[in-house]
């Protein structure tokens, strides 16, 4: 299990235990199961755990890497809502930014799907555009993207 918390660096949360940032292959699986998706789905990828009582409970996975333009996307799936702590949410968010070096972030979510909806925006997402009938059911794909620039000025962010 990977310490998180940067030396140097005070006013950050001790996440040690919290994220797992060597679960590659675990949390690609939860993600892939809660969402009923394919390992495959994600192309080459790279994926973060986040443990809550000694429980993997959520994974986000940064994939569709366009090094050429610094932009990834990213997508988020949970078996309980605990995961979500400030300090949790802070450093998923700037892992892509900092450690990964991209100037923006895209995220796609069902169009049903409200608590997602309003989960990406209170987050600092600014809706782009949607996929029309994207999904298989005929449910549009919203799409949502965050610029390092948004992500720095925002509250999920070290201080």
């Excluded at 949970?78 to 923006?104: H, K, M, N, V």
């Amino acid at each position: 299990m990977a310490v998180n918390r940067l030396p140097g660096r005070s006013g950050r949360p001790d996440l040690t235990r919290r994220i797992l940032l060597d679960a590659h292959e675990w949390a690609m699986r939860l993600v892939c199961d809660v969402l009923g998706m394919d390992h495959d789905d994600f192309g080459p990828c790279l994926a973060i755990g986040v443990i809550v009582e000694d429980r993997l409970v959520a994974g986000v996975v940064y994939h569709d890497f366009r090094t050429e333009c610094g932009d990834c996307s990213l997508t988020v799936a949970s078996r309980s809502p605990r995961w979500a702590t400030r300090g949790t949410i802070a450093y998923l968010l700037q892992y892509p930014f900092i450690e990964l070096d991209c100037r923006r972030v895209s995220s796609m979510v069902r169009g049903d799907n409200e608590r997602a909806l309003t989960f990406n925006r209170r987050l600092g997402f600014v809706e782009e555009g949607r996929r029309r009938e994207f999904y298989a059911d005929g449910v549009d794909a919203v799409v949502f993207g965050m610029m390092r620039t948004e992500w720095a000025a925002g509250p999920y962010r070290w201080n």
